[in-house]
């Protein structure tokens, strides 16, 4: 029987990946949501004949709404965020894939979960902004989270043997060091947009692009690798590796070090969060080592880049540090966009908002979105 998938997130860079995959294994797709690029959902609806198609924005509802009528067998339709969270939850597929962008995925993440589906989570916001609330659910629900992101893949695939996995002493976090590797804040201070979204070797969405450039993706990966792994973030090391072929590694209790490896492409890690714990032929190219010649590796640069030391400070708060920091760097990325703000503005801004509080203990959905609503208009009165 052929694997059923709702794909939330299905027209960004990981969702059409996702789709690669699912094509070259004959994937049945149960549902598929979108914010609002309808061309792109047009073309797969027409190739997978998805079930469900949920599309967030009231506009592009009514468009895609408006391009089905007449077609043969459509999908039924659902609109806005309550129609995310309802084809999240929804009966049908063996998995469901979130690579919804930011914060918004959390509500998703959390409906798929208490629903007792198994969670492929490329949206590392559940977990930055909600991790206890999306640990507890897996926990009650007794449903598999499978890691997207390829750092938490690799550590997560280093981590298969279950003996060694207990004696987990540290987590070696790579980082490309994004297309600003090596600049001092004189040189960061005029870049734009332009410029940060040139990312070495890692081709992916804008959002994210920029947050490699700031360091804050890696940030954002620590507070994750927290949740995932139940490591302390003074044991998870950030190391620079230029060439991304190492995805991350782990250290056991004897000091053997083990890593994985390949291609920079995230149709292998994607594929391994569907198909775990098996392993099948992939669409990524072989790491071809005589080409590689040499790999190197450094140190993260916190002082320059002050968004990955705001979110070792937030996840060491605790509580709703890490919600604060993610909201206002969504806020400030929006705005650095949109060429309203300098590039060192995000770091200064996300950094501002985990300082203004302390943040720490339990929480609700509700303080998630309170806080994320605080941190964004916090950037707003800071700029
Ligand atoms: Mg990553």
Redesign the pocket.
Known sequence: MAKKITLLGSTGSIGTQSLDVARMHGYEIFGLAANRQVAVLERQIAEFHPRYVAVVDPAAYAALDAALSGTANPPKLLKGPEGLRALAAMDGPDIVLNAVVGVAGLPASLAAIESGHDLALAN?ESLVTGGHLVTDAVKKQGVKLLPV????SAIFQCLQDTNAAKTLEKILLTASGGPFFGLKADALAGKKKEDALKHPN?SMGAK?TID?ASLM??GL?LIEAVWLFGLPPEKIQIVVQRESVI?SAVQFADHSVIAQMGVPDMRIPIQYALTWPERLPSPAPELDFAALHSLSFDVADEETFRCLAACKKAITKGGLGPCAGNGANEEAVRLFLEDKIGFLDIGRLVEGVVDADSYGGSYTLADVYACDAMARSYVRNHI
Do not use: A, Q, V
């Open positions: 590392k992101d390829s750092e938490h890692w994210i490699s993706n890696k990966e995805h």
